[in-house]
């Protein structure tokens, strides 16, 4: 798998015309190559001392963010940097929104100053969408309600490829809230783009019906490759929603513990972690987990968002590459 | 039971493709207009003194009424008043409207109701009949004045916006509602199931991450309340069906010799919820647009006459609140001026329902349901008709429109056929 053969004539984005990432439905499974090809490129210009590249010198990007995010923001803000482009990170808190801007005058006002790429993580879904329609700069989805986190699921894909050197074929379990999580969503049609398959599994109310196969017994994830599981949100144990009768049952039936997993198994999680819970620290901690390696990933995955949003040309980056 | 000005126009529309399809007229014909009343119709008619509309080629039926818009007057003058929801319905061809109460305040005291009937005989460009809530402040507990609202002119009630949760508080009011002859019209949604739900529950909205508003959500209220009709021996009005399941309860209702009636909307008879896709939250709805399947039922249901009127559930909504990301506008969507046009478009064209069928489920449909006089051309009717230009094509635009908002399903869609011409209560009361 070396890093140029795959940059082929067909894997060429569209041209001229003005793109936006906002949900991995828009993606083709060329798009995807492409940018995972890009990232890997990226990943050797990540192991030199310097590294920056300059590529988008000059360029702006504005990170806008609805809620609170660490990897994410983070990632986005390192990515922008590593690729020379000023970049400005506005949270919801201690911003106009505190005012209560509507989110229509916060993206006409951030437009003003000629972004190429607005970056937005907002609670509800649509919002993405909608900023696309307000503003000439590209838009990328960092998380809109319970839609999508495209670049969450290309990190993924990216992770697991240079795990199992390979996509198509595998199995991946997706365990626990599926209904809740805009992870799950982008990821499952991410896994079908590239020819794997995604099981959900976890409490019957938490699965959503016709995405993916679903099954509420936890044994089931014997039969996967990958056990990716999704964090339980606290406050869908709110009293009263009774999608699980308490978290203690939550975790005694789906929490993934070493004895649920099997030799040879890898296990993902999105982050952040309810350690105890959703997850047993031998199992967050030990050689099967690829969580840090999902970080890692985040950072050149999103540079190569970024990259590609703002490229119409080649997406070989000779000169950063370093061909083993 | 009707608010507003009745007038007395002098016309003849000459040379008409007439169709009355419940007095069994289509042919091309004059119709005489002598003080707003229909005084002749026939071939070569003389004019008189009458003015003349030439309407050769385009075609002349009773005009519309829709028993389900929000005027949102009192409280929310600033997304539509009482002559803008006026005017907009006679630019769709409608020659009454029934308004619904869960405005600010609530229309829950005949006090209130007679203040909203003078208005309207002030402003109202066609006649407005206001339905009256059936608990106070629609709070779903303590039953309203009834009687007296019925006295006070109300036609007919319904809690529309907050069903009411309450089997026992729906059976009193069933029982009581004896005593006015007017109509229950119920919104059937049981909340415990929808609450949380932006869209039809179904694998659109799975993919999209919104929460689902399922079909039984409103099957299972619909069920509910043709049992308590049924139980009481007392009539219902189904508002805006949108689910299979709830046609298949109707139709068994009928069979038991229920008196139960249905309406269905323009959005829910020419859309599936595929249409969320684009998360424009213009195609957002209560209740949501469902599948395909759904659709099918609903044009067989209009069809076979188990639906018996088509209503907008005309909802006008400012641009702050609908110009937002999906998940965060509110249910809704305009109707009165593009009702029409749509179903021509999307329904009657295709050959899927046949013109003299959506012409009844318009007109002679609804009235019958609130016993209002059925709009009809015979000699000696009041004039309550609409001259439509099934040739026409047009762009659904914001400017065009004559309600104060534009939160309509059909921005930006061309559409086929165009009200020319509106005549409500024997006076013209919109023209192109």
Request: aromatic share 4%.
């Amino acid at each position: 798998m070396t890093d140029l053969r795959v940059v082929g004539g067909d894997l060429l984005p569209p041209a001229n015309e003005k793109r936006n990432l906002l949900s991995i439905a828009d993606l083709t499974q060329g798009d995807v190559e492409r940018l995972l090809a890009t990232a890997r490129s990226f990943a050797h210009s990540q192991e030199r001392d310097n590294k920056k590249l300059p590529t988008l010198r000059g360029r702006l990007i504005l990170n806008v963010f609805y809620e609170s995010s660490t990897r994410t923001s983070s990632s986005f803000e390192l990515a922008a940097k590593r690729l020379s482009a000023d970049t400005m990170t506005l949270k919801a808190v201690g911003s106009s929104v505190d005012k209560g801007e509507s989110l229509k005058d916060t993206a006409l006002t951030l437009s003003a100053y000629d972004p190429d790429v607005i970056v937005i993580r907002h609670p509800e879904v649509g919002a993405a969408d909608y900023v696309a329609r307000l503003t000439d700069a590209r838009v990328v989805n960092a998380g809109d309600g319970k839609h999508q986190h495209p670049t969450q699921a290309l990190l993924d894909l990216y992770t697991i490829r240079e795990a199992f050197g390979r996509l198509d074929g595998l199995q991946v379990a997706i365990v626990g809230d599926a209904m809740h999580s805009r992870v799950a969503r982008s990821l499952v049609q991410a896994l079908r783009l590239v020819g794997a398959d995604a099981i959900l599994v976890g409490p019957p109310a938490l699965l959503p019906e016709g995405l993916a196969p679903t099954s509420h017994d936890i044994s089931t994830i014997a039969d996967a490759d990958v056990v990716y599981v999704l964090r339980m949100q606290r406050e869908r144990m709110l009293e009263g929603a009774n999608f699980v009768p308490s978290l203690r049952e939550y975790t005694a039936q789906w929490g993934i513990t070493p004895e649920r997993m099997r030799e040879g198994q890898r296990v993902m999680h999105p982050g952040p972690m309810n350690r105890g819970v959703e997850i047993d620290a031998r199992v967050a901690d030990s050689d099967a987990a690829l969580i840090v390696d999902q970080v890692r990933s985040g950072l050149i995955v999103r540079m190569a968002v970024l990259y590609d949003l703002l490229t119409t040309g080649p997406v070989a980056v000779e000169t950063t590459v370093e061909v083993a | 039971m009707l608010a507003g000005r009745t007038g007395t126009d002098n016309i003849v529309v000459r040379g008409a493709r007439v169709l009355d399809p419940v007095e069994g007229i289509d042919a091309t014909l004059d119709v005489r207009i002598d003080n707003g009343v229909i005084a002749q119709i026939g071939e070569n008619l003389d004019t008189n003194e009458h003015r003349v509309i030439d309407a050769a080629g385009l075609t002349l039926a009773p005009a519309f009424i829709d028993p389900h818009v929000h005027l949102r007057t009192p409280g929310r003058e600033d997304e539509e008043t009482i002559a803008s929801g006026t005017a907009a319905a006679a630019a769709g061809g409608y020659c009454a409207i029934l308004a619904i109460p869960n405005t600010d305040p609530v229309i829950d005291d005949a006090d209130v109701l007679r203040g909203l009937r003078a208005r309207a005989d002030e402003e109202a460009r066609i006649p407005v009949g206001f339905l009256a809530a059936i608990t106070k402040g629609q709070d779903g507990s303590e039953l309203t004045e009834m009687a007296a609202l019925a006295d006070a002119g109300a036609a007919g009630f319904t809690d529309d916006g907050r069903p009411v949760a309450s089997a026992g508080v729906m059976r009193r009011a069933l029982q009581y509602n004896a005593v006015t002859g007017r109509m229950i019209a119920v919104h059937c949604e049981e909340a415990s199931l929808t609450c949380g739900g932006h869209a039809h529950a179904g694998t659109v909205a799975a993919e999209l991450g919104l929460g689902g508003w399922p079909s039984l959500g409103e099957s299972l209220m619909v069920a509910r309340d043709l049992d308590l009709a049924g139980e009481t021996a007392q009539a219902v009005h189904l508002m805006h069906l949108s689910a299979r399941e709830s046609v298949d309860h109707l139709r068994r209702a009928h069979e038991a010799g229920t008196r139960a009636t249905a309406e269905a909307t323009p959005h829910h008879l020419c859309l599936t919820d595929e249409a969320i896709r684009t998360l424009d939250a213009n195609m957002k709805m209560n209740p949501p647009l469902r599948c395909e399947d759904d659709r099918a039922a609903l044009i067989d249901a209009l069809r076979d006459g188990t639906i018996a009127a088509i209503a907008t559930d005309h909802a006008p909504h400012s641009p702050e609140e609908k110009d937002v990301p999906f998940e965060a506008a509110p249910f809704g969507v305009t109707g009165l001026e593009t009702s029409f046009a749509s179903l021509y478009t999307y329904l009657i064209e295709p050959g899927v329902l046949r013109l003299e069928t959506v012409l009844e489920r318009m007109s002679a449909g609804p009235a019958a349901i609130f016993g209002l006089d059925r709009p009809r051309i015979v000699v000696g009717a009041q004039a309550n008709l609409t001259l439509i230009d099934t040739a026409a094509s047009w762009r659904v635009k914001v400017e065009r429109f004559h309600s104060r908002s534009q939160n309509s399903w059909l921005l930006g869609k061309r559409l086929h056929s165009r009200v020319r011409l509106t005549i409500a209560a024997g006076r013209v009361v919109h023209e192109l």
